[in-house]
C-alpha cells in the first residue's frame, strides 16, 4: 500500500474513532466459552440501558455473529462508508464476515492481513456516534485482538469470558496478563454457562458448583461480572437471530447479563 493511502486511512481510522466513547474488547482463552454470545447479549443491555452500542465481529475463521444477529447480504455502503445493521433502536453491528466469501481462504491469512482487514473495517464502517463498541474477537491472545487494540491506540477494557470448567485454567491467566501487558483494565470476568436452567421448572442447578468465577475474580483483582446460567433460551435465541436480552426479554440470563452492562457503564 502506498505511503499516501496507508496515511489516509489511518487518518480515518482517527476520525470514526473519535466518535466512540467506550471501546470494549471481549475475548476469552478458549473457543466456545460464549464469548459471541456475551458480547452480542452485553451489547443489547447496553442499548436496552440507552446507550448507543455498536457491536464489531472481527472474527475471520468463524463468525457467528451474522447468524446470532440475522445480519444477511453484502453490507451496503453510503457516500460516508459502510452502513452497520440496526439490530433494534441503539444496537448496531457489522461483521468482518459478511465481506468473505464464505470459503475458507481468510483460514490461511497472515497477520498483517488480519490487521490490514480490520483496519479497513475500522476506517470504512460508519458507526456515527457511539456510547459504546464492543468487539467481539476469536478465542485467544492471537492476531485480531492484538490488532484491534493496537489500531484503536485507545482500548478503555476487555471483558474475559470463561466456564466454570475452564476457571482453573491457564487461558484466563494469559488473557489477563495480555490485557496487562498492553495496558487495557480488565473491566471483569463473565463466568457462562454456570449451572443450569431446568427447562421444566425454570430453576438453577449449579452442575459445576457456584462461587468459582468470583473466586478466580478475587485471585486475580479484577471486578466480577456475573455467571450466566446454560439456558435453553440463550441458545435459541442465537438460532433464531436475536439477543437474548431485549424488548419483551426476561429470566435469569437475561437479568445477569443486564447487570453486567450496568456495572460496565458505571451505573451500578
Ligand atoms: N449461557 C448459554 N446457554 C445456552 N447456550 C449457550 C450459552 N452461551 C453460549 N451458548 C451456546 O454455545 C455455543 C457457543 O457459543 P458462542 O458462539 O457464543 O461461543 P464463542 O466463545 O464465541 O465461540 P468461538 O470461540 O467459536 O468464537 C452457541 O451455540 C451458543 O448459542
Ligand atoms: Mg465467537
Ligand atoms: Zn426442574
Known amino acids: 500500500v502506498p505511503t499516501q493511502e496507508r496515511e489516509d486511512r489511518s487518518e480515518l481510522v482517527k ?3 473519535a466518535l466512540i466513547g467506550k471501546k470494549i474488547v471481549v475475548m476469552s482463552g478458549k473457543g466456545g466459552v460464549g464469548k459471541s454470545t456475551v458480547a452480542v ?6 442499548a436496552e440501558e440507552g446507550f448507543q452500542v455498536g457491536l464489531l465481529d472481527i472474527d475471520i475463521h468463524g463468525p457467528s455473529i451474522p447468524k446470532m444477529l440475522g445480519l444477511e447480504g453484502r453490507p451496503i455502503s ?3 462508508g459502510i452502513v452497520p445493521a440496526e439490530v433494534f433502536p441503539g444496537l448496531k453491528a457489522m461483521s468482518l464476515g459478511l465481506f468473505l466469501d464464505g470459503d475458507d481462504s481468510a483460514v490461511i491469512w497472515r497477520g498483517p492481513m488480519k490487521y490490514g482487514a480490520i483496519e479497513q473495517l ?6 456515527g456516534t457511539l456510547d459504546f463498541l464492543l468487539v467481539d474477537s476469536p478465542p485467544g491472545t492471537g492476531d485480531e485482538p492484538l490488532s484491534v487494540i493496537q489500531l484503536m491506540g485507545k482500548v478503555d477494557g476487555a471483558v474475559i469470558v470463561t466456564t466454570p470448567q475452564d476457571l482453573a485454567l491457564i487461558d484466563v491467566a494469559r488473557s489477563i496478563r495480555f490485557c496487562e501487558q498492553l495496558k487495557v483494565p480488565v473491566l471483569g470476568v463473565v463466568e457462562n454457562m454456570s449451572g443450569l436452567v431446568c427447562p421444566h421448572c425454570g430453576e438453577r442447578v449449579d452442575v459445576f458448583g457456584s462461587g468459582g468465577g468470583q473466586r478466580l475474580a478475587q485471585k486475580y483483582h479484577v471486578p466480577f461480572l456475573g455467571a450466566v446460567p446454560l439456558d435453553q433460551a440463550v441458545m435459541e435465541a442465537g438460532e433464531n437471530g436475536e439477543p437474548l436480552v431485549g424488548p419483551g426479554h426476561q429470566g435469569e440470563a437475561a437479568s445477569v447479563f ?3 452492562a450496568q456495572i460496565i457503564s458505571g451505573e451500578e
Open 258 to 260: 443486564a447487570r453486567a
Open 15 to 17: 476520525s470514526r474513532l
Open 41 to 46: 447479549n452485553l451489547a443489547a443491555a447496553l
Open 78 to 80: 453510503s457516500v460516508d
Open 122 to 127: 475500522i476506517a470504512d464502517v460508519d458507526w
